[in-house]
């Protein structure tokens, strides 16, 4: 038996900003980006390939806040700077594996429930 509305709300809260974060596109992308190992950013942002400086910058700041990212630089002349999953990071790789499975295993029926719904609402 799920809680009241309330009690869900109270429940869901404290892993929101969790579930925003992993539930974004970056994040699941660098994710993938770096699950073989350390990588420039540079190398990240090609491997990506549609992300701008700025939001790759934001997003890689917001993961190794939360834990999932290590950065490290390495002093040179320009300083070499290196992202890596941690260990909690790697953790989250499954996760995001399966649900990329299951897209793919449901692409075509969730494409044919849009054209239903969207055929529907011209009927109407």
Same mark, same amino acid.
Not at 69 to 74: D, S
């Given at each position: 038996m799920l809680p009241e509305p309330n009690g869900l709300l109270e429940i869901c809260r404290p892993v929101r900003h969790i579930l925003a974060r992993v539930g974004d596109k970056w994040s699941v992308l660098i994710v993938m980006a770096l699950r073989d190992g350390p990588r420039r950013f540079n190398e990240i942002k090609r491997a990506i390939g549609t992300i701008s400086q700025r939001m790759l910058t934001l $997003? &890689?700041? *917001?993961?190794? %806040?939360? *834990? &999932? /990212?290590? %950065?490290? /630089? $390495? +002093?040179?002349? +320009?300083p070499r700077v290196d992202y890596e999953l941690t260990e909690l990071g790697h953790s989250l790789r499954g996760p995001i594996e399966e649900l990329g499975r299951w897209a793919i295993d449901n692409e075509r029926r969730v494409a044919e429930a849009q054209l239903w719904f969207d055929g529907r609402d011209k009927a109407a």
């Open positions: $997003t &890689l700041k *917001g993961m190794e %806040r939360d *834990g &999932l /990212v290590h %950065r490290t /630089v $390495t +002093p040179s002349n +320009p």
